[in-house]
């Protein structure tokens, strides 16, 4: 079946059946998974400005429909650690209404992008770009903990990078023991519970553990409950927000795409990481009409953006979810948590949570790819480093629009490399001209004929170098044959360079000639006028053609063609 299809996997799954052992096995994944998000989707609410139960909502409600909608069958969607930037900046400047309006609006642009067919298109994002946000959204994460890890007393965290540190620094005197060790134990057990096994995640455990321990001993730390009150224990009624105005849409516009952009990424590689896993093959058009979906649902409930959750998945994947009901029954056992156990919550300490989302942080952080991508090209690394650093220093917006900008030219700038023009009748040659049959080696070019030769791609980036090595001819030759064998492509600002080209050889009494053009320069030029200022009758599709119309022009006698060797060995053989 078609990936890219707008049809939900867990409609396909339906229509194939259920096995009694897999849908077991997508049960306890589900419940499973459950348990790991809950610590998580608290966390990362938390830590993005907004209410510990903020963060239950969106794993519930956007859990349920991305699992419902998606076009992965083992995604895992809620909130997660990439967000937590955006959606921090985001109340910082336009409070949580201004946030619910550019959740809508992300909403609105993934369906539109899945229903374009932009699904395959978002995998296009250069490596360098995707790594440069990762690691400074996890270094912004990492930052945004200090705080709460050390027990500084601040009222207000900036939300800018260096604000934030020299706020810090200010209140350093502040510092206490006490939520540093319960903070450092919570990135202990998480560092060592895999150890012991696997089936458990280490954030519940530390959960429960450090809870217990600070609401036993009735320990001086800030917990949830001392700094939000009571966790409710009921999911609220969908509400409908004030219909804004279209200055305040356009406000929010630039944000909204960031949200939008930041889901499609991170939902698609999710889904990539989890078919490597399984062995299947998602629809990523459905993904992001699913991620829409679930965008457009999550903050009338309270919730904030959300995402597929590459960790989660990988967990659902890990414990036998094949199916997307594994993804529902996540989403319900959070439901099913948050009515019976959410007001627990309110005791969970404040370092405990910081510990955890350092734990993230550093996930997130991909050291190692990052010194890897230090020691490659130099392009990829100022790519790698602006997107890094307009991150962390002012704002994941403009670090993908900067990022993609500058990957775009360097992209460019590495195709006009690899594109070479010249006159293959004087300085053009390849390496392996003798392998190659159709190699002016075996012709002869009469005089008064010079052949030039496009090998690569013909367009803007490459069209300067082709103008200026056509200043290498002193005297204008009778007929210029222009070789376009290995130039697939060509676009505006290439054709117009063609027909400067043109302009000259007719003011210089010179006959262009065109050989071996591709199926898309022939419809561009075609579409433009210039085949027929040409004509027709100067276009070829072999060089032989090519120089035998050159001799023609000149009065001169045709020559016989070279006869390629597997024919020669052909015709003795028929002699014999």
Request: hydrophobic content about 50%; proline content about 6%.
């Amino acid at each position: 079946m078609s990936v890219n299809l707008l049809i939900p996997q867990l409609l396909s799954c339906v229509r194939e059946g259920y096995s009694r052992r897999q849908l077991t096995n997508d049960l306890l994944a589900g419940v499973i998974v459950g348990i790991v998000a809950l610590p998580l989707a608290i966390a990362f609410a938390i830590a993005s400005g907004v209410k510990p139960e903020q963060g239950l909502y969106t794993a519930i409600v956007a859990g349920f429909l991305i699992s419902a909608l998606s076009g992965s069958r083992v995604q895992i969607g809620g909130p997660t650690g990439a967000f937590i930037v955006i959606v921090y900046d985001i109340i910082q400047r336009y409070g949580y209404d201004g946030l619910v309006l550019a959740t809508l609006l992300a909403g609105v642009l993934l369906i539109l992008m899945g229903v374009a067919g932009l699904g395959s298109v978002i995998k296009f994002i250069p490596y360098p770009v995707t790594v440069g946000f990762t690691s400074g959204i996890a270094l912004i994460i990492f930052s945004g903990q200090l705080r709460d890890l050390f027990g500084l007393q601040m009222s207000v965290v900036p939300s800018e990078f260096i604000e934030k540190l020299i706020a810090y620094g200010e209140h350093i005197d502040s510092w206490s023991l006490l939520p540093t060790l319960i903070g450092l134990a919570t990135i202990a057990i998480i560092i060592s519970w895999p150890k012991i096994t696997k089936s458990v995640p280490g954030s519940l455990i530390a959960i429960l553990l450090t809870t217990a321990v600070v609401a036993l001993f009735d320990l001086p730390v800030e917990t949830i409950g001392s700094r939000f009150g009571s966790v409710p224990n009921s999911l609220p009624l969908p509400h409908l927000p004030e219909m804004p105005g279209w200055s305040e849409v356009s406000r929010l516009f630039s944000p909204a795409l960031t949200i939008a952009i930041l889901a499609g990424i991170e939902s698609l590689l999710s889904a990539v990481v989890a078919d490597g896993m399984t062995g299947g093959r998602h629809r990523s058009n459905m993904e992001l009409v699913a991620q829409g979906v679930a965008n457009l649902a999550s903050p009338l409930f309270g919730g904030i953006p959300a995402t597929g959750a590459i960790a989660r998945t990988a967990t659902n994947v890990k414990n036998g979810g094949r199916t997307p009901l594994a993804g529902i029954v996540h989403a319900i056992t959070l439901l099913l948590i948050l009515l019976f156990f959410g007001r627990w919550a309110a005791l969970i300490p404040l370092p405990t949570l910081a510990g955890i989302l350092i734990i993230v942080a550093w996930n997130m952080s991909e050291v190692h790819l990052f010194a890897k991508l230090l020691r490659g090209p130099r392009g990829d690394v100022l790519v790698l480093i602006s997107t890094f650093g307009l991150t962390v220093l002012v704002d994941l917006t403009v670090a993908i629009q900067v990022g993609m900008v500058l990957a775009a030219f360097l992209f460019m700038q590495r195709m006009a490399n690899a594109t070479q023009v010249g006159f293959i009748t004087r300085e053009l040659r390849g390496d392996d001209e003798d392998e190659d049959l159709n190699s002016l080696k075996f012709r002869r070019v009469p005089d008064g004929v010079e052949v030039f030769e496009i090998d690569g791609p013909f367009f803007f980036g490459a069209a300067d170098k082709f103008k200026n090595a056509l200043t290498v001819v002193a005297s204008p030759p009778q007929v210029l044959i222009l070789r376009m064998r290995h130039a697939l492509t060509l676009d505006a600002t290439a054709l117009q360079a063609l027909e400067s080209v043109y302009d000259r050889s007719k003011r210089n009494g010179t006959q262009l000639v065109l050989s071996g053009v591709h199926t898309q320069p022939l419809m561009t030029m075609e579409k433009a006028g210039f085949l027929s200022l040409l004509g027709e009758e100067n276009v070829f599709g072999h060089i032989d053609d090519a120089l035998d119309h050159a001799r023609e022009l000149l009065g001169l006698p045709q020559e016989p063609r070279p006869v390629p060797f597997v024919a020669s060995v052909e015709r003795e053989r028929e002699e014999l």
